[in-house]
């Protein structure tokens, strides 16, 4: 795996000249004295319709402070779940990267000082199946982004890469936000006769400075629902808790459309066979900090694309919550977010 430059590059040396010339990283906030390292991970938040989303990575782009942007990175291929060495392709099914599960797809020495933005590049072309979604009745869908091969799926919070350090940051890929299916996609020719559209909802978490939040669900609440909804194992589908900031302490769960209220993340809630309870995890959240958690078990009712839930109406809507709370988290901790009848 090389830093700064394409694949037939393969001395970290030749990629640092690279990086401090060819590349745009000698101007702007950088100092072309001194490296640092930059360790760059995946994790994503989970979906319901899906058994795999798998995305065909082509490389990572960084702009300097400054300068242009660099030569495409080619991911680690240790990292990919299938890797083409002829292109540099890196594929990875996102859905093994969940709760506090990350996989380091880059760590390498760059010229230290601030980075504008990361691109993701992938091969994400309609009607292709480079990338695709495999659904829960086993159907291969093509999974595609507009002008996704030209463009990548930008991050624009900056980054910064510290003289003789390391600095290390995670990418969550919430699929749940990610994922479209709109009308009008057909492709009779695929087993899948649906093309899912792939919307970038991503984002980038100071690794060191992250903690996370777990905990069970009380079953009485999901019965006592009449929305809750038995799955053909026995225990209960579609359960999920949506994790919202709540800095003031006055956030209210809301659906996902796209708008400022959006959950940041998400986190399913599976029947754990040995603990015999409803548990979740979810982690990489920004600490210390305090969040409000929406309990719902009609996630698959939610569709990102639609304003679906309006939180102030009385009256029985298809996603709604079945529970809210809030809780503070701290810095390397996991916060108990369970849920209980009695709160």
Same mark, same amino acid.
């Given at each position: 795996?090389?830093?700064?430059?394409?694949?037939?590059?393969?001395? $970290?040396?030749? %990629?640092?000249?690279?990086? $401090?010339?060819?590349?745009?990283?000698?101007?702007?906030?950088? =100092?072309? @004295?001194?490296?640092?390292?930059?360790?760059?991970? /995946?994790?994503?938040?989970?979906?319901?319709?899906?058994?795999?989303?798998?995305?065909?990575?082509?490389?990572?782009?960084?702009?300097? %402070?400054?300068?242009?942007?660099?030569?495409?990175?080619?991911?680690? %291929?240790?990292?990919?779940?299938?890797?083409? #060495?002829?292109?540099?392709?890196?594929?990875? !099914?996102?859905?093994?990267?969940?709760?506090?599960?990350?996989?380091?797809?880059?760590?390498?020495?760059?010229?230290?000082?601030?980075?504008?933005?990361?691109?993701?590049?992938? +091969?994400?072309?309609?009607?292709?199946?480079?990338?695709?979604?495999?659904?829960?009745?086993?159907?291969?869908?093509?999974?595609?982004?507009? @002008? &996704?091969?030209?463009?990548?799926?930008?991050?624009?919070?900056?980054?910064?890469?510290?003289?003789?350090?390391?600095?290390?940051?995670? /990418?969550?890929?919430?699929?749940?936000?990610?994922?479209?299916?709109?009308?009008? #996609?057909?492709?009779?020719?695929?087993?899948?006769?649906?093309?899912?559209?792939?919307?970038?909802?991503?984002?980038?978490?100071?690794?060191?400075?992250?903690?996370?939040?777990?905990?069970?669900? =009380?079953?009485?609440?999901?019965?006592?629902?009449?929305?809750?909804? /038995?799955?053909?194992?026995?225990?209960? =589908?579609?359960?999920?808790?949506?994790?919202?900031? !709540?800095?003031? &302490? +006055?956030?209210? %769960?809301?659906?996902?459309?796209?708008?400022?209220?959006?959950?940041?993340?998400?986190?399913?809630?599976?029947?754990?066979?040995?603990?015999?309870?409803? =548990?979740?995890?979810?982690?990489? /959240?920004?600490?210390?900090?305090?969040?409000?958690?929406?309990?719902?078990?009609?996630?698959?009712? +939610?569709?990102?694309?639609?304003?679906?839930?309006?939180?102030?109406?009385?009256?029985? #809507?298809?996603?709604?919550?079945?529970?809210?709370?809030?809780? +503070?988290?701290?810095?390397?901790?996991?916060?108990?977010?369970?849920?209980?009848?009695?709160?």
């Amino acid at each position: 795996m090389t830093a700064c430059t394409s694949p037939r590059v393969t001395s $970290l040396a030749a %990629a640092l000249l690279l990086g $401090l010339s060819g590349c745009g990283g000698g101007g702007g906030g950088q =100092d072309a @004295s001194n490296t640092g390292t930059l360790t760059l991970g /995946l994790t994503d938040g989970p979906v319901d319709n899906a058994l795999e989303v798998v995305v065909a990575f082509t490389g990572i782009e960084l702009k300097p %402070a400054g300068g242009p942007p660099m030569e495409p990175i080619v991911m680690d %291929a240790t990292a990919c779940d299938d890797f083409d #060495q002829a292109t540099g392709t890196c594929s990875i !099914n996102l859905l093994d990267l969940v709760g506090t599960q990350r996989r380091v797809v880059f760590s390498e020495g760059l010229p230290a000082g601030d980075y504008q933005w990361i691109r993701l590049l992938v +091969d994400a072309e309609r009607d292709g199946m480079t990338s695709y979604i495999r659904t829960m009745d086993g159907r291969m869908c093509s999974l595609w982004t507009p @002008s &996704g091969s030209e463009t990548g799926l930008k991050i624009v919070s900056g980054i910064t890469v510290t003289a003789n350090g390391v600095s290390d940051y995670t /990418l969550d890929f919430d699929v749940r936000k990610s994922i479209t299916n709109p009308p009008g #996609q057909a492709n009779p020719d695929q087993q899948c006769a649906d093309n899912y559209l792939l919307k970038p909802a991503i984002r980038i978490v100071d690794s060191t400075e992250v903690g996370a939040i777990a905990g069970t669900v =009380d079953e009485s609440l999901l019965t006592a629902d009449q929305s809750c909804v /038995l799955g053909q194992s026995g225990t209960y =589908d579609h359960v999920a808790v949506y994790v919202f900031d !709540n800095p003031d &302490g +006055d956030t209210v %769960a809301d659906d996902l459309d796209g708008d400022a209220g959006d959950a940041l993340t998400s986190a399913s809630v599976l029947w754990n066979d040995t603990e015999q309870s409803y =548990d979740y995890e979810v982690g990489f /959240l920004l600490a210390p900090g305090s969040y409000h958690l929406g309990l719902t078990c009609t996630a698959d009712a +939610d569709d990102p694309a639609l304003d679906d839930y309006d939180p102030d109406s009385q009256e029985d #809507q298809a996603f709604h919550f079945v529970s809210e709370r809030s809780v +503070d988290v701290a810095v390397d901790e996991t916060a108990d977010g369970s849920f209980s009848s009695s709160q």
